[in-house]
């Protein structure tokens, strides 16, 4: 079991950041891939921003450029810096984790984007 404790998000108006933390515990030997997805009201979850199993990050196009993945070994967290924030970033940010080919999820958080 993987455990995902998700801090950060808000309101925040658009040109402006905000950063978001995961926390992992349990089996964090087992982890493949970790990162960041969101879901608008009405759509699909899409990725946002991940590291892989051999440690190269992914971002989706959208947020190339403006997002920042990041993480702390030591203390088992990762990170996303989000800068110059759009509307259409508002969404509920949830962190993921693959272990034993198994999906983990955080319990979410919302980030709103005011234009």
């Known amino acids: 079991q993987v455990r995902l404790v998700e801090s950060g998000g808000g309101l925040v108006q658009a040109g402006g950041s905000l950063r978001l933390s995961c926390s992992a515990s349990g089996l964090i030997f087992s982890i493949n891939t970790m990162g960041w997805y969101r879901q608008a009201p009405g759509k699909q979850r899409d990725m946002v921003a991940l590291?892989?199993?051999?440690?190269?990050?992914n971002y989706a196009d959208s947020v190339k450029g403006r997002f920042t993945i990041s993480r702390d070994n030591a203390k088992n967290t990762v990170t996303l810096q989000m800068n110059d924030l759009k509307p259409d970033d508002t969404a509920v940010y949830y962190c993921?984790?693959?272990?034993?080919?198994?999906?983990?999820w955080g319990q979410g958080t919302q980030v709103t984007v005011s234009s």
């Open positions: 590291f892989t199993n051999d440690g190269t990050t």
């Open positions: 993921n984790a693959v272990a034993f080919a198994r999906n983990y």
